[in-house]
């Protein structure tokens, strides 16, 4: 059993609709990340949060809009995506600490299909 | 930067067979070493950690020691199981802010055979 909740599991959309994924996580961790991962490949950082605010944004398209509403939540907001949008968006979660021992932890992702 | 090399998959083995997966890593500071595994259809999850020089992390008969010397963190398996069949994935992380920056390595998926 996964302690990172995503949802949903499968998204189809078309390239101008709107939606959002999410996730959820209850212990207690203050940063959040979200990942991009292709088929056969490692997963690609896009962004980080530390205590609900925005750490890292790696040059992500600004039609991924994301938002960490409080601790335990963090959205995707999707608009206008391309077909090589299409991909596996896998969240995860870590203790905040400046040694960098901690391991993180996710979801079992959305799978995202643009028609 | 920090960069990490792991061996070309796949990786295919009978049941019982010692596995070994290579991992060497390059990084500036004093970084902790992960294995992750990813099973078909699910995202990763933690298998081991060391987080320092000559540390050794096991888990599910899985151990991998952080060797400084020639900057490696090889991951053992004395007899696999059918049910080990993933994509095992190589990672680090360094000193940072606070939140965990990972470096991953290519990924190796292994199949194991009854």
């Known amino acids: 059993d996964t302690e990172v909740t995503q949802t949903p599991k499968h998204l189809v959309m078309g390239m101008t609709n709107k939606k959002s994924l999410k996730c959820e996580q209850h212990?207690?961790?203050?940063?959040m990340y979200w990942y991009k991962q292709k088929a056969k490949k490692p997963p690609e950082l896009m962004f980080v949060?530390?205590?609900?605010?925005?750490?890292i944004n790696e040059s992500v398209p600004s039609r991924f809009s994301p938002e960490c509403p409080n601790s335990s939540l963090l959205n995707l907001h999707l608009h206008a995506l391309q077909p090589e949008d299409s991909a596996l968006y896998l969240c995860?979660?870590?203790?905040?600490?400046?040694?960098?021992?901690?391991?993180?932890?996710f979801g079992d992702g959305t799978r995202l299909s643009i028609l | 930067g920090d960069s990490v090399t792991q061996m070309e998959g796949p990786v295919t083995l009978s049941e019982e067979a010692f596995l070994t997966i290579n991992c060497t890593y390059t990084?500036?500071?004093?970084?902790?070493l992960f294995w992750y595994v990813q099973y078909p259809g699910e995202g990763l999850q933690l298998l081991l950690k060391?987080?320092?020089?000559?540390d050794k992390g096991s888990n599910k008969g899985f151990e991998a020691t952080y060797r400084k010397e020639t900057t490696s963190f090889h991951l053992e398996k004395g007899s696999v199981q059918v049910s080990d069949s993933a994509v095992y994935f190589c990672?680090?992380?360094?000193?940072?802010?606070?939140?965990?920056?990972?470096?991953f390595g290519t990924g190796t998926k292994l199949q194991v055979i009854p």
């Open positions: 212990m207690g961790h203050r940063a």
């Open positions: 990084a500036t500071g004093y970084p902790s």
């Open positions: 949060y530390s205590y609900e605010k925005l750490s």
């Open positions: 995860a979660s870590s203790q905040m600490d400046q040694g960098g021992n901690q391991p993180q932890h």
């Open positions: 060391a987080t320092k020089a000559d």
């Open positions: 990672a680090l992380t360094d000193r940072t802010g606070g939140y965990q920056k990972v470096t």
